[in-house]
């Protein structure tokens, strides 16, 4: 099993203001995967990383508001920039357990408030 | 698209009942449909999937689900609820992303699970 650690589990930010969430896996994967979790709602995939090549956007999100790095196979991050107060929810990592399974292991979550 | 419907925002259930968390999908082909639970303050852990073969899928923490074909349903189940399995329930289906090649789950709105005691 997989072993996902988020930082940070939770920030309180200003509007204007941008934040990197930094996630980092204790196995070698091929994607990772960042999802974001509104107040009482579901999750919603915002990208899929892919190591060595630029992130895959899902409808309704911008590399400009979500910038992606995945610089090796271990590590990502994403960047929630220009924070406004619609963007206050739990931001998730995730990995899959086999590659092909759907079988996902998630972080615990990093949850931004923006004031 | 593939999308799965939760059509309880929550269930109660005293400890000792069976419990049900329904999920119906609509999904073009084979559906591949996962659920998943989050404890409080905690991320998604996978409880189980449905790929193929048996209609029936055991997974952790005695749960398993019933796939449906024909009523397009795969509701959670487990025979005696435990407090401890108060959580918030997702189901999903795995969906392919245009353009990509890449497999992403699409996940329900989820459902409250709060057994008594």
């Known amino acids: 099993s997989a072993v996902i650690s988020q930082k940070p589990s939770r920030d309180i930010c200003q509007r204007g203001t941008s934040l990197t969430i930094q996630c980092q896996v204790d196995s070698q994967v091929t994607m990772m995967f960042w999802y974001r979790q509104q107040p009482g709602q579901s999750l919603t995939l915002i990208a899929t990383a892919n190591q060595g090549s630029e992130a895959t956007y899902e409808s309704g999100f911008v590399i400009d508001k979500f910038p992606i790095s995945r610089p090796n196979l271990t590590f990502s991050t994403l960047t929630v920039s220009n924070m406004s107060p619609e963007d206050s929810s739990i931001y998730l990592c995730?990995?899959?357990?086999?590659?092909?399974?759907?079988?996902?292991?998630f972080g615990e979550g990093s949850r931004l408030t923006v004031l | 698209a593939q999308s799965v419907a939760q059509p309880e925002d929550q269930v109660n259930v005293a400890e000792g009942n069976p419990l049900t968390v329904k999920c119906t999908y609509s999904?073009?082909?084979?559906?591949?449909l996962f659920w998943y639970v989050q404890y409080p303050n905690r991320g998604l852990q996978f409880l189980l999937k449905y790929i193929t073969g048996d209609n029936l899928v055991k997974g952790s923490y005695g749960f398993e689900a019933e796939f449906n074909k024909s009523q397009t349903s795969f509701h959670l189940k487990k025979p005696s609820a435990l407090v401890s399995d108060s959580a918030l329930y997702f189901c999903a289906v795995r969906t392919p992303t245009p353009n990509t090649g890449f497999q992403k789950l699409v996940f329900g709105t989820g459902t409250r699970l709060l057994v008594s005691p």
């Open positions: 999904v073009s082909g084979n559906p591949y």
């Open positions: 995730s990995v899959e357990r086999l590659a092909g399974t759907g079988e996902l292991f």
